[in-house]
């Protein structure tokens, strides 16, 4: 039980780290580059977003039981993500939301 609780809080501690590496990408590119443009507040979505979906996607390694299920329902939620992302980017759907 103890090497269970050990191995989820790494995986946990391994989706954060994941977030943050991800936000200093772009954060790095905006000191080389001009092309690269986020405001705190593309950062604050940015990290809501990704720290969601990791956190989703723990939750559901937690509780599902069935790899292929646990597989499936990981990859509906990095889908969403991925939809989200681009409609916020350059508007996919023409929502409201959407970038220029």
Known sequence: MMNSMIVQNRR???IMAGAVA???MPF???QFTSDVNWTASDFAIA?????GTGLVCELVLRKVTRPR???LLCALVLAVLLVVWVE???GLF??????N
């Open 88 to 90: 916020l980017a350059v």
């Open 69 to 71: 299920s646990r597989f």
């Open 22 to 24: 991800l936000l200093l």
């Open 94 to 99: 023409g929502t409201p939301f959407a970038g």
């Open 12 to 14: 946990l501690m391994m």
């Open 28 to 30: 790095l590119a905006m």
């Open 47 to 51: 990290s809501v977003m990704l720290l």
